[in-house]
Protein backbone atom coordinates (compact mmCIF):
# COMPACT_ATOMS: atom_id res chain seq x y z
CA UNK A 1 0.00 0.00 0.00
CA UNK A 2 1.53 3.33 -1.29
CA UNK A 3 2.34 5.78 1.57
CA UNK A 4 0.64 9.01 0.91
CA UNK A 5 3.26 12.36 1.46
CA UNK A 6 1.79 13.66 4.07
CA UNK A 7 2.42 10.38 5.84
CA UNK A 8 6.06 10.59 5.19
CA UNK A 9 8.62 12.68 7.49
CA UNK A 10 9.77 15.80 5.31
CA UNK A 11 13.34 15.54 3.92
CA UNK A 12 14.72 18.06 6.46
CA UNK A 13 13.28 16.10 9.43
CA UNK A 14 14.77 12.96 8.25
CA UNK A 15 18.18 14.90 8.06
CA UNK A 16 18.04 16.06 11.21
CA UNK A 17 17.18 12.58 12.65
CA UNK A 18 19.68 10.64 10.87
CA UNK A 19 22.43 12.86 11.75
CA UNK A 20 21.76 13.63 15.50
CA UNK A 21 21.46 9.89 15.65
CA UNK A 22 24.69 9.12 14.40
CA UNK A 23 26.28 11.28 16.32
CA UNK A 24 24.44 10.43 19.68
CA UNK A 25 25.49 6.54 19.49
CA UNK A 26 29.45 7.55 18.66
CA UNK A 27 29.11 9.90 21.76
CA UNK A 28 27.67 8.04 23.96
CA UNK A 29 30.04 5.00 22.50
CA UNK A 30 32.64 7.94 23.05
CA UNK A 31 30.99 8.55 26.86
CA UNK A 32 31.13 4.95 28.08
CA UNK A 33 34.26 3.98 26.66
CA UNK A 34 36.59 6.68 26.54
CA UNK A 35 39.36 4.76 28.94
CA UNK A 36 39.45 2.42 26.27
CA UNK A 37 39.91 4.74 23.67
CA UNK A 38 42.84 6.04 25.39
CA UNK A 39 45.39 4.50 23.44
CA UNK A 40 43.54 5.24 20.01
CA UNK A 41 41.87 8.41 20.36
CA UNK A 42 43.85 12.08 21.87
CA UNK A 43 42.38 12.11 25.12
CA UNK A 44 40.25 9.47 24.98
CA UNK A 45 38.54 11.12 22.65
CA UNK A 46 36.89 13.39 24.93
CA UNK A 47 37.68 16.71 22.88
CA UNK A 48 35.91 14.63 20.25
CA UNK A 49 32.88 14.43 22.68
CA UNK A 50 32.93 17.55 23.52
CA UNK A 51 32.94 18.85 19.88
CA UNK A 52 30.02 16.02 18.87
CA UNK A 53 27.98 17.52 21.96
CA UNK A 54 28.15 20.83 20.99
CA UNK A 55 27.63 19.70 17.63
CA UNK A 56 23.79 17.50 18.39
CA UNK A 57 23.10 20.88 21.00
CA UNK A 58 23.05 23.36 17.63
CA UNK A 59 21.70 20.31 15.49
CA UNK A 60 18.74 19.97 18.32
CA UNK A 61 18.13 23.43 18.40
CA UNK A 62 17.73 23.64 14.94
CA UNK A 63 15.53 20.57 15.05
CA UNK A 64 13.26 21.49 17.80
CA UNK A 65 12.95 24.67 15.94
CA UNK A 66 12.08 22.97 12.65
CA UNK A 67 9.40 20.25 14.63
CA UNK A 68 7.50 23.60 16.12
CA UNK A 69 6.62 25.05 12.67
CA UNK A 70 6.36 21.76 11.11
CA UNK A 71 3.25 19.11 11.80
CA UNK A 72 5.07 15.94 11.89
CA UNK A 73 2.66 13.34 9.66
CA UNK A 74 0.10 11.34 12.28
CA UNK A 75 0.51 8.02 13.65
CA UNK A 76 -1.68 5.51 11.96
CA UNK A 77 -5.48 5.78 13.14
CA UNK A 78 -5.53 2.22 14.41
CA UNK A 79 -2.59 3.08 16.61
CA UNK A 80 -3.35 2.14 20.13
CA UNK A 81 -3.62 4.80 22.80
CA UNK A 82 -1.11 3.76 24.74
CA UNK A 83 1.08 3.21 21.76
CA UNK A 84 0.58 6.65 21.02
CA UNK A 85 1.18 8.20 24.59
CA UNK A 86 4.11 6.07 24.43
CA UNK A 87 5.27 7.35 21.27
CA UNK A 88 4.80 11.13 22.25
CA UNK A 89 6.32 10.75 25.65
CA UNK A 90 9.57 8.96 24.19
CA UNK A 91 9.42 11.67 21.64
CA UNK A 92 9.91 14.76 23.50
CA UNK A 93 11.78 13.00 26.11
CA UNK A 94 14.26 12.16 23.17
CA UNK A 95 14.09 16.21 22.45
CA UNK A 96 14.74 17.37 26.07
CA UNK A 97 17.89 15.06 26.24
CA UNK A 98 19.48 16.18 23.09
CA UNK A 99 19.26 19.54 24.55
CA UNK A 100 19.96 18.66 28.42
CA UNK A 101 22.92 16.06 27.78
CA UNK A 102 24.98 18.62 25.69
CA UNK A 103 24.31 21.14 28.31
CA UNK A 104 25.05 19.59 31.63
CA UNK A 105 28.24 18.50 29.61
CA UNK A 106 29.45 22.26 28.61
CA UNK A 107 28.59 23.04 32.56
CA UNK A 108 30.84 20.27 33.75
CA UNK A 109 33.35 21.21 31.71
CA UNK A 110 32.70 24.74 32.26
CA UNK A 111 32.83 24.49 35.90
CA UNK A 112 35.63 21.99 36.33
CA UNK A 113 38.53 23.00 39.06
CA UNK A 114 41.07 22.04 36.18
CA UNK A 115 39.31 23.77 33.08
CA UNK A 116 40.39 21.36 29.94
CA UNK A 117 40.41 22.55 26.43
CA UNK A 118 37.07 23.27 24.43
CA UNK A 119 37.21 23.32 20.91
CA UNK A 120 34.91 22.25 17.98
CA UNK A 121 37.45 19.69 16.42
CA UNK A 122 40.36 22.00 17.08
CA UNK A 123 39.14 25.28 14.25
CA UNK A 124 37.85 27.30 16.96
CA UNK A 125 37.34 27.28 20.99
CA UNK A 126 33.84 27.21 22.47
CA UNK A 127 33.63 29.94 25.68
CA UNK A 128 32.90 28.43 28.77
CA UNK A 129 29.68 29.03 30.40
CA UNK A 130 30.09 32.03 33.81
CA UNK A 131 29.31 29.19 36.41
CA UNK A 132 31.80 27.84 39.68
CA UNK A 133 33.03 24.63 40.58
CA UNK A 134 29.37 23.52 42.55
CA UNK A 135 27.42 24.07 39.29
CA UNK A 136 30.49 22.01 37.53
CA UNK A 137 30.14 18.94 39.73
CA UNK A 138 26.20 19.24 39.57
CA UNK A 139 26.69 19.27 35.40
CA UNK A 140 28.67 16.26 35.98
CA UNK A 141 26.44 13.90 37.66
CA UNK A 142 23.69 15.11 36.08
CA UNK A 143 25.74 14.27 32.96
CA UNK A 144 26.41 10.70 33.59
CA UNK A 145 22.76 9.86 34.68
CA UNK A 146 21.70 11.74 31.75
CA UNK A 147 23.58 9.75 29.08
CA UNK A 148 22.78 6.67 31.00
CA UNK A 149 18.86 7.64 30.46
CA UNK A 150 19.78 8.40 26.90
CA UNK A 151 21.37 5.37 25.73
CA UNK A 152 17.84 3.71 27.32
CA UNK A 153 15.56 5.89 25.31
CA UNK A 154 17.55 4.94 21.79
CA UNK A 155 17.44 1.10 22.55
CA UNK A 156 13.86 2.12 23.29
CA UNK A 157 13.38 4.12 20.02
CA UNK A 158 15.32 1.15 17.80
CA UNK A 159 13.40 -1.74 19.38
CA UNK A 160 10.14 -0.03 18.56
CA UNK A 161 10.85 1.02 14.91
CA UNK A 162 12.14 -2.75 14.72
CA UNK A 163 9.04 -3.60 16.19
CA UNK A 164 6.83 -1.91 14.00
CA UNK A 165 8.88 -2.92 10.79
CA UNK A 166 9.37 -6.66 11.32
CA UNK A 167 6.91 -7.92 13.77
CA UNK A 168 3.62 -5.36 13.06
CA UNK A 169 4.90 -5.00 9.49
CA UNK A 170 3.95 -1.72 8.99
CA UNK A 171 4.44 1.48 7.67
CA UNK A 172 5.99 3.60 10.54
CA UNK A 173 9.83 2.91 10.32
CA UNK A 174 9.59 3.51 6.56
CA UNK A 175 8.27 6.90 7.49
CA UNK A 176 11.60 7.98 8.73
CA UNK A 177 13.95 5.37 6.33
CA UNK A 178 13.93 6.67 2.51
CA UNK A 179 15.31 3.28 1.74
CA UNK A 180 12.21 1.20 2.47
CA UNK A 181 10.17 3.35 0.10
CA UNK A 182 10.35 3.52 -3.70
CA UNK A 183 8.11 5.73 -5.95
CA UNK A 184 6.10 5.97 -2.28
CA UNK A 185 5.48 2.20 -1.93
CA UNK A 186 7.45 -0.16 0.22
CA UNK A 187 10.38 -1.92 -1.32
CA UNK A 188 9.88 -5.59 0.62
CA UNK A 189 6.71 -6.42 -1.18
CA UNK A 190 4.68 -6.64 1.69
CA UNK A 191 1.07 -5.83 1.82
CA UNK A 192 0.89 -3.05 4.43
CA UNK A 193 -2.34 -1.79 6.31
Do not use: C
Amino acid sequence: MPIARSRRYSTVAIGFHWTIAALVIANLAIGFFHDALAGTLPGGGMPMHKAIGMTVLALSIARVAWRMSHRPPPLPADTAGWEKGMAHATHWTLYLLLLALPLTGWLMVSGAEMRRPLTWFGLFDIPYLPVGTQAGALGGGAHGLLGLTMAALVALHIAAALRHHLILRDDIMARMVPALMRDGKMTDGVRRG
